[in-house]
């Protein structure tokens, strides 16, 4: 049948049945409009479906970046690893382990851990004092055959260092230093801080200081290249800064009361340079430190 005849027939059968062209028209138009608001209930079911599935991967996104900042911002554990890809189940794990008390922490059967579990329960056992633990764990993982991506190594020989200068085990301090100056002979920036925060636990404050102009000035040097002349003396500032408040932090953190001057000392010449070169995080993360310390001490006397 032709176009022309099946319009014709489709006439005829309107007329029959009484169905005008207007009437015809309309009709047609509202199954349009039944079709559209149906597409449109379908389009709308699959935006929310969309919406559920955003949420649901943001959600995971987020998890996935609290796990990764559970490691990357604890010692030990290498800032430069893939944290994400580390199941959640991990991070729960860790943080379990940092709210048990002392005597589980003991009672972990740690030796069938691999070496990134076990690191979990010495920097969890570093935190609360418990120096042979630790030492145990961490020397374990230091002379494992098989190294962990996940952890640093250098970190792990240090913490080992400045657990012996806390305990002022300063023979086994210097020997564990050696170990660590033979696995890592380009670390000096490492080396120069353990060894002058060793050289203050003994008592020798000018050799603590010349380690510490060495590592203010190597790192003025690690950073001086491509500063314009009238730019440099910022640059120096920022990084004398920096490193005036990681040896405080460090030397607080021994918690040594015959080192608390020094540490002190650094701490007010770290504030100096910081408002000088308008550091605002520096000063704040410097206050934060004071009124903890200031904590601690109150804390002691009660």
């Known amino acids: 049948m032709s176009k022309k005849k099946r319009q014709n027939s489709d ?8 169905l005008d062209e207007d009437m015809a028209s309309e009709s047609m138009n509202e199954e349009d409009d039944d079709n559209d608001e149906n597409e449109s209930d379908d389009v709308f079911a699959e935006d929310e479906s969309d919406l559920e599935l955003l949420r649901k991967l943001e959600e995971e996104d987020r998890t996935k970046a609290l796990s990764a900042f559970s490691f990357a911002e604890e010692i030990g554990f290498n800032p430069y690893f893939d944290w994400t890809t580390i199941p959640e189940a991990e991070a729960n794990t860790f943080r379990a382990m940092k709210e048990d008390s002392a005597d589980k922490i003991e009672a972990l059967p740690w030796k069938r851990y691999d070496l990134f579990k076990r690191w979990m329960v010495a920097s969890v056992a570093l935190d609360r004092g418990m120096h042979a633990l630790f030492r145990e764990i961490a020397n374990s993982i230091i002379n494992a055959r098989k ?7 250098e970190d792990i020989y240090l913490e080992v260092v400045r657990d012996c200068v806390e305990t ?3 023979d086994a301090a210097k020997a564990a230093l050696e170990q660590f100056a033979q696995a890592f002979p380009h670390e000096e920036d490492g080396l120069w801080r353990v060894s002058a925060l060793l050289a203050f636990a003994q008592g020798d404050d000018s050799t603590g200081e010349e380690f510490v102009d060495k590592l203010v000035h190597a790192k003025f040097n690690q950073h001086i290249a491509g500063f314009e002349k009238d730019s440099a003396g910022a640059g120096f500032e920022n990084q004398t800064s920096h490193v005036y408040y990681e040896m405080a932090d460090a030397l607080y953190g021994l918690r040594i009361p015959s080192i608390e001057p020094r540490a002190q000392k650094y701490l007010e010449k770290a504030r100096g340079y910081a408002e000088l070169n308008n550091d605002d995080d520096l000063v704040m993360t410097i206050d934060n430190l004071k009124a903890r310390i200031l904590k601690q001490k109150i804390q002691s006397v009660i």
Request: hydrophobic share 30%; proline share 0%.
């Open 11 to 18: 006439n005829e059968l309107d007329q029959e049945f009484g």
């Open 147 to 153: 190294k962990a991506d996940e952890l640093c190594y």
């Open 168 to 170: 002022e085990e300063f």
